[in-house]
Every structure is written in structure tokens, then in C-alpha cells.
Nanobody, 118 residues
Framework: QVQLVESGGGLVQEGGSVRLSCAAT????????MAWFRQAPGEEREFVAGFSWAGDWANYADSAKGRFTISRDSAENTVNLQMNNLRPEDTAVYYC???????????WGQGTQVTVSS
């Protein structure tokens, strides 16, 4: 199993920055990729950014390009999401996801709230 714990959310003003972290523990050697998703009230969960555990690709949603950066701290098995120039529409619960080799279902963290005030 893999456990994911997010941290770093909070309240920030429009134009500000927040850094989210997702700590992965357990059988991390089976991780193929990790990603950040978000879900705003009344909306479906949507992809924000993701990358391969090997580091050979990274993808961003159009809304995240140029403002958000996903990165990995290999020593800590932590995936970070640096979010800059935040907008009120970025307000959501942000979830960390891990895709695991040999599994048909993914692992998810518990989520962390990010609220951007105008």
C-alpha cells in the first residue's frame, strides 16, 4: 500500500502563492506517476498537474500552465505543487493522487483546502 498525506493549504489573497506538499509512504517503489487534482464546491474533480515518478514527463492543465509547478523531493518522497499568482477560481480542495504499478485503482490523499480571496 501507499499512503498520501497532503499539507500546505490555507487562505491566501489573490495574486499570492501557496506551496502544497504530498508525502508518500509505504510501497513507494511501485509508484508510476503522481498528480494533483482539485475539486471546487459543486464541481467535478479536475486534473491540475502530474508527472512520472521517473521524471521523464510532466503535464499541466491549461489553467495551471505558467503559474503552477509540480516537483519531487526524491529524498523525502514528497511531491510539491508551487502555486503562484493565485486567483479566486483556484479555490478548491486539492488532492494528491498516485498511480501504482499493477493496480487498477489509484491512491488518493485526504485533500487540503486552498482558499483564494479577492
Amino acid at each position: 500500500q501507499v499512503q498520501l498525506v497532503e499539507s500546505g493549504g490555507g487562505l491566501v489573497q489573490e495574486g499570492g502563492s501557496v506551496r502544497l506538499s504530498c508525502a508518500a509512504t509505504g510501497r513507494t517503489f511501485r509508484i508510476l506517476s503522481m498528480a494533483w487534482f482539485r475539486q471546487a464546491p459543486g464541481e467535478e474533480r479536475e486534473f491540475v498537474a502530474g508527472f512520472s515518478w521517473a521524471g521523464d514527463w510532466a503535464n499541466y492543465a491549461d489553467s495551471a500552465k505558467g503559474r503552477f509547478t509540480i516537483s519531487r523531493d526524491s529524498a523525502e518522497n514528497t511531491v510539491n505543487l508551487q502555486m503562484n499568482n493565485l486567483r479566486p477560481e483556484d479555490t478548491a480542495v486539492y488532492y494528491c493522487q498516485a498511480v501504482i504499478a499493477g493496480r487498477t485503482t489509484d491512491y488518493w490523499g485526504q485533500g487540503t483546502q486552498v482558499t483564494v480571496s479577492s
